[in-house]
């Protein structure tokens, strides 16, 4: 018999990776928006679904409705501070009359387990208030080991109507044909509505409700503060499970910085980190319809 001592170091990262197995199941679907992209909508809880910022086409395609310049972004999480569970995303919006096309690619995991994600969307405004849009996407899973590969496609939209100036209301789905990767691998289908409320020019208040067919209904809220132009304070919270989120957010000419934690009270914190760069900015204001 041979034993072996092991550093405390040591221990954490091993029980981190003994982990991993027993966390797919609620990661199974990491790419899908049980969590929102952008580091805006990780600081706010991910209560994004009525924001039109360009990051909406993840998260509320009709977001795109209000995008009229070309743009890039990149985003990336480090989950949990565990590098087998890093995500990143990469979108670019690009305008056209009528509308605006995103296109979106996603990667979670590492070389033993990993998904992506390949997406198109478009959005448009169908009115002054009312604004549509649709994505579809390419989804793959690849496992080590002999054990191949798997793939399927999705569909996923939405709309933000605007009754008020300073009221914004949007409702989105995800996958409503309850496409799946394979029987070990089942991709949510998800519905939320949210609200998004500024009183103020220096204030934005976000409320959002959602719901999926692997966990129970989430409440979430965000708040968001400028004390001064392009400098952004966020905090957020979500339930089931509870979780606290805080960020900042600082624009410098056309590059917009954003950066996120989340604090789980069992997994611990996450790290967000989004750098998105707008091509023409002076013709395309952040949030339209909430101000």
Same mark, same amino acid.
């Given at each position: 018999m041979i034993f072996c001592r092991l550093k405390p170091f040591d221990f954490i990262n091993t029980s981190k990776l003994f982990l991993l197995p027993l966390l797919f199941p609620l990661l199974s679907y990491s790419s899908e928006p049980d969590k929102l992209i952008g580091a805006r909508a990780s600081g $706010?809880?991910?209560s994004a679904i009525a924001l039109t910022d360009s990051w909406s086409m993840f998260n509320n395609q009709a977001g795109l409705g209000w995008q009229?310049? !070309?743009w890039a972004g990149v985003y990336h999480e480090n989950r949990y501070f565990v590098k087998e569970l890093n995500y990143s995303s990469l979108g670019g919006c690009i305008p056209v009359k009528p509308g605006t096309f995103?296109?979106?690619i996603t990667h979670f995991g590492y070389s033993q387990y990993s998904q992506s994600r390949f997406g198109l969307s478009y959005g448009m405004m169908l009115s002054k208030t009312i604004a549509a849009g649709v994505g579809f996407n390419y989804h793959t899973v690849q496992l080590a080991g002999g !054990?191949? %590969? =798997?793939?399927c496609l999705t569909a996923e939209g939405g709309i933000i109507y605007q009754p008020l100036e300073k009221v914004a209301i949007g409702a989105y789905a995800f996958n409503p044909t309850h496409s799946s990767l394979g029987s070990n691998q089942n991709l949510n289908t998800f519905f939320g509505i949210g609200l998004a409320y500024r009183p %103020? &020019? !220096?204030? @934005?208040?976000?409320?959002?409700g959602d719901d999926n067919t692997q966990s129970s209904p989430v409440f979430r809220t965000g708040?968001? !503060? =400028?004390?001064?132009?392009? @400098?952004?304070? &966020?905090?957020? $919270? =979500? %339930?089931n499970p509870m979780s606290l989120a805080f960020g900042l957010g600082w624009k410098v000419k056309s590059l917009d910085f954003d950066?996120?934690?989340s604090y789980h009270e069992v997994l611990g914190y996450t790290p967000y980190l989004s750098v998105a760069y707008t091509f023409n900015s002076k013709? =395309?204001?952040?949030?339209?319809?909430e101000k």
């Open positions: $706010m809880g991910n009229h310049d !070309y995103g296109v979106a !054990y191949g %590969s =798997s793939n %103020s &020019r !220096y204030v @934005l208040i976000t409320l959002q708040l968001e !503060y =400028s004390p001064a132009k392009n @400098l952004y304070f &966020r905090a957020g $919270m =979500s %339930s950066l996120a934690f013709t =395309s204001k952040q949030d339209k319809p």
